[in-house]
């Protein structure tokens, strides 16, 4: 089932992520594939994400659909202006490409070219507006195309952003824009993820838009102190000193992983679950087996 078809119905949906190489290895891609091949929705491919230039989002979506796996091409406002942007849209599209994540991406300063120019000609919530005129068949010109692409749009959200109402104001901009997916940053504060949840679903947005909530399985105690060094993301302390004390901290990332998805797929307004393995992609088989996703996913959304 199509991602757009899985979104219209009442099943809980499942996507992934790859992180594309820092090479022209194709294979790479292709052998990330398999651990996400019949088990997910559809995947995530991200665009140079952290500012750090990689294979593009578009060539590795399209081997992605080559092998099988339905992707979903990731979009950053930092890279092209809007007639670079209009263009790779176009490209995509006739490659086959109908999944896009619009995002206005990480300043250059944080990757390892910190003297790259930063273009954001548009923001995320106008590459989401642009992209819904050309589904209308329409450039942001106003030139009227012969043939018109067909993308399902989705943005991101960061719940525990702050302050929390103009990261709802937000996310209502993106929505009325043409969002039809919402993915969120990765969770690891559940009280402070339900208070920006109960909100979004007050405001109606969760009516609007389908929320697929975050999942970051965490591998090293390392990769707890990255993450508590990304902008918005809050790791509730017990998980933190879970990690630290853990015998097997891998083991144990997985195990928070799943409680998290547990209590998420619970939520009135979560839609589905967005796991993203950085650089770990071969646990995405390990971790819903442990998770029961199969068994989870008989069962109709909160």
Known sequence: MALKEKIDSKQLILCGEISPPQ?????????????????????NITDNQT????????????????????????MTCRDRNRLAMQSDLLGAAALGLRNLLCVTGDYPTFGDQPEAKGVFDLDS???????SHMNQGLLLSGHEMKKAPDFLIGAAANPCGQPMEMRLIRLHKKI???????????????ELFSRWLQQAVA????????????????????????????????????????????????????????????????????????????????????LLREAGWTTLNQGERP
């Open 23 to 43: 090479s022209c290895d194709g294979d790479v891609i292709r052998e990330k594939a398999r651990y996400f091949k019949g088990l997910v929705d559809a995947v």
């Open 51 to 74: 500012a750090i230039a990689r294979l593009s989002s578009i060539a590795s979506a399209k081997i992605l659909l080559d092998e099988g796996v339905e992707p979903i091409m990731q």
């Open 125 to 131: 919530i106008q590459l989401i507006a642009a992209a």
């Open 176 to 190: 009325q824009a043409g969002a039809r997916f919402i993915q969120t940053q990765a969770v690891f504060d559940l």
């Open 203 to 286: 405001w109606g947005l969760t009516e609007k838009a389908v929320i697929l909530a975050g999942v970051l399985p965490l591998k090293s105690v390392k990769a707890v102190r990255h993450m508590q060094q990304v902008p918005g993301v809050r790791i509730d302390e017990g998980y933190v000193h879970r990690m630290q004390q853990a015998n097997d901290p891998q083991e144990e990332g997985v195990k928070i992983a799943v409680e998290i998805i547990h209590a998420l797929v619970r939520m009135k307004g979560v839609a589905g679950i967005h796991l993203m393995p950085v650089m770990w992609e071969s646990i995405t088989p390990i």
